[in-house]
């Protein structure tokens, strides 16, 4: 592959490097996360109902750093263990899950370029994400018999490659950088081209009506005829072709969206009750908080919450673990992948437990348009579609069972 052509890419001011914060290690993220989330969360109802787009938010947030938490740390990065990716992206969704799933395929992008890139292009790339540079998407498809079924194509011609094809479920396409587009060559390998924003002949249209994470304008990718530079070229079947932690990684930052859903879904409930929701008739008590039934449920939505927390945890560390060791082996990928499944179930679970319970324990007040709630579930049901739950009971128990590994791809 060729070295970095400087002369097309885009360049970094130095007005861009004074405004971006650059984290340095693990405590500072999860401090930035905390206090940003505080910001956003300030109108993530509103931005819902009206569908508003977080442009300002979105700056907010790659401005202050915590999107370039996972360059290592030989490029200038903090690097940060999985523990912590998972914990920031679990707060930043408690505030605003939309918000939270913008940089999911971002750190996959940053890892693809980890595993795949040449040091020209890790160079270049990881400075440009340490100067506050986002990486969109342009993966899946629609009417296609699979989600690894893609019409798009990636021919090189010369120097350059050139990309045609459809994309949707483009999430953050509309807010980035760079539109990373997966495409197949002749011989139906995976290709990624990080086509910089402004492209001829890239076109990124907001028309996703998904009824939850109504903001993240998962939409449509255009390409036609775009063309970019070989250094903007990744081999992307190379993390799936060999043994790498890239579909794990994805999969746990899913998982931490789905656990963010559910505290804050969690969350509202405990503040509603004790101030608003009445007790019962037959209760025989004075406040809902002290309703016997209510109670009882609130400790069942928080002993499912915290499993799910610890299971996400423990994947973590097993992710952690295997990045520690260097060059994972089939083994190794295979028991990352089982162990983010298993989180994967219970946060699903409880993103769409807590989120339907928040009606039943909160009342009829709750359903009401001036508090929102109604977002909580729209969002868990909407993002928990992005891989079917049901097999990952299958991944897990064949892997048990039968010794199966899972197949390696970004939905494992």
């Known amino acids: 592959m060729p070295e970095f052509d400087e002369a097309t890419s885009l360049q970094t001011t130095a007005t861009d490097r004074e405004a971006v914060r650059v984290i340095t290690n693990d405590a500072e993220a999860v401090a930035v996360a905390r206090e940003l989330a505080n910001r956003l969360a300030q109108e993530a109802a509103q931005r819902d109902r009206e569908r508003r787009l977080p442009h300002e938010e979105i700056e ?28 920031v992206i679990k707060i930043i969704a408690a505030a605003d899950p939309s918000l939270g799933q913008l940089p999911q395929n971002h750190f996959g992008l940053v890892d693809v370029i980890s595993l795949t890139g040449t040091e020209a292009q890790k160079q270049h790339f990881f400075a440009e994400v340490l100067n506050g540079k986002r990486f969109g998407n342009g993966f899946s498809e629609k009417g296609t018999k699979h989600v690894l079924d893609l019409k798009t194509r990636v021919r090189p011609d010369g120097d350059q490659y050139v990309i045609d094809g459809t994309k949707f479920y483009s999430t953050g396409a509309l ?26 002949g890239l076109t990124v249209i907001d028309d996703w009506s998904g009824f939850g994470q109504r903001t993240t304008a998962s939409g449509t990718v255009v390409l036609e005829n775009v063309r970019v530079p070989a250094s903007h070229v990744f081999p992307a079947h190379r993390v799936s072709d060999f043994p790498t932690l890239n579909g794990p ?7 931490a969206i789905d656990a963010g859903i559910g505290r804050a879904a969690l969350d509202d409930t405990l503040t509603f009750v004790r101030a608003r929701s009445r007790p019962w008739i037959d209760s025989g008590v004075e406040r809902a908080s002290d309703d016997p039934l209510t109670v009882r449920e609130i400790g069942h ?11 996400l945890e423990r994947a973590a560390r097993v992710l952690d673990e295997i990045a520690a060791q260097g060059d994972p082996t089939e083994d190794d990928v295979a028991r990352a992948s089982v162990a983010v499944g298993e989180a994967k179930v219970l946060t699903t679970e409880i993103a769409l437990l807590a989120s339907e319970k928040l009606f039943e324990l909160a009342g009829t007040q709750a359903t009401l348009a001036e508090h929102g709630f109604d977002r909580h579930w729209r969002n868990a049901r909407t993002h928990t579609l992005h891989d079917p739950v049901r097999w990952k009971y299958h991944l897990v128990g064949n892997y048990y069972l039968n010794g199966v590994k899972p197949a390696r791809h970004p939905w494992n």
């Open 301 to 311: 939505l928080h002993i499912q919450l915290h499993a799910a927390e610890a299971l």
């Open 249 to 255: 990684i994805s999969q746990i930052i899913q998982a």
């Open 60 to 87: 907010w947030f790659s401005q202050s750093g915590l999107w370039a938490i996972t360059v290592p740390k030989t490029y200038g990065g903090a690097g940060v263990s999985f523990v912590t990716l998972t914990e």
């Open 175 to 200: 807010f980035a950088h760079f539109v990373p587009v997966l495409g197949l060559d002749e011989d139906r390998k995976g290709w990624l081209a990080y086509i910089p924003k402004g492209t001829a």
